[in-house]
T-cell receptor
Framework: DAGVIQSPRHEVTEMGQEVTLRCKPI?????LFWYRQTMMRGLELLIY????????DSGMPEDRFSAKMPNASFSTLKIQPSEPRDSAVYFC????????????FGDGTRLSIL | TQLLEQSPQFLSIQEGENLTVYCNSS?????LQWYRQEPGEGPVLLVT?????EVKKLKRLTFQFGDARKDSSLHITAAQPGDTGLYLC????????FGAGTILRVKS
């Protein structure tokens, strides 16, 4: 079975540009999570969806960050405008039936803002 | 704010040694999970503990949830080079929080 698929794997762009990260969760999973991982702050939950509806976005750092889930098989995390401090590895994860259930992570997008 | 503190931050040991990684908090968690992450990949779930005092074993790995559900430990017996990686604990209180992780290196 295919796991969580993220694209792109690597993104390098200049500050001020718009960045869009993409995620395809595991089919049938009803929860989708976006995380950011840095050396300084570790793994942080940014936002999560249940049945395509955003439930908790309190981890989204600023208004420059936005996330959408137009259908059960696709989600995007957008940063506009991007800044060097947004450089990190961004992970998407999905799970089935409950917040306490195992989360399956993608391999992440390594984002570098110059 | 609920926080999970992991210790040690970094551990380098020889193959065959035993080790324990700790995950502590002043907050109560309804459940706690342990993940292992390898470079260039996402974390992979090892175990979920739910009941205070619970002990779970996964081959050479033993996980324990504290009686008060505020702390947990991961013990590895006879560590192998394949155990090398970043070990993360994560707890559900009013939201999901991750510890900073323990980097384990097992030398052959």
């Amino acid at each position: 079975d295919a796991g969580v698929i993220q694209s792109p794997r690597h993104e390098v762009t200049e500050m001020g540009q718009e960045v869009t990260l993409r995620c395809k969760p595991i089919s049938g999973h009803d929860y989708l999570f976006w995380y950011r991982q840095t050396m300084m702050r570790g793994l942080e939950l940014l936002i999560y969806f249940n049945n395509n509806v955003p439930i908790d976005d309190s981890g989204m750092p600023e208004d420059r960050f936005s996330a959408k889930m137009p259908n059960a098989s696709f989600s995007t995390l957008k940063i506009q405008p991007s800044e060097p401090r947004d450089s990190a590895v961004y992970f998407c994860a999905s799970s089935f039936q409950g917040l306490n259930q195992p989360q399956h992570f993608g391999d992440g997008t390594r984002l570098s803002i110059l | 704010t609920q926080l999970l503190e992991q210790s040690p931050q970094f551990l380098s040991i020889q193959e065959g040694e035993n080790l324990t990684v700790y995950c502590n908090s002043s907050s109560v968690f309804s459940s706690l999970q342990w993940y292992r992450q390898e470079p260039g990949e996402g974390p992979v779930l090892l175990v979920t503990v739910v009941t205070g005092g619970e002990v779970k074993k996964l081959k050479r790995l033993t996980f324990q949830f504290g009686d008060a559900r505020k702390d947990s430990s991961l013990h590895i017996t006879a560590a192998q080079p394949g155990d090398t990686g970043l070990y993360l604990c994560a707890g559900w209180g009013n939201k999901l929080v991750f510890g900073a992780g323990t980097i384990l290196r097992v030398k052959s």
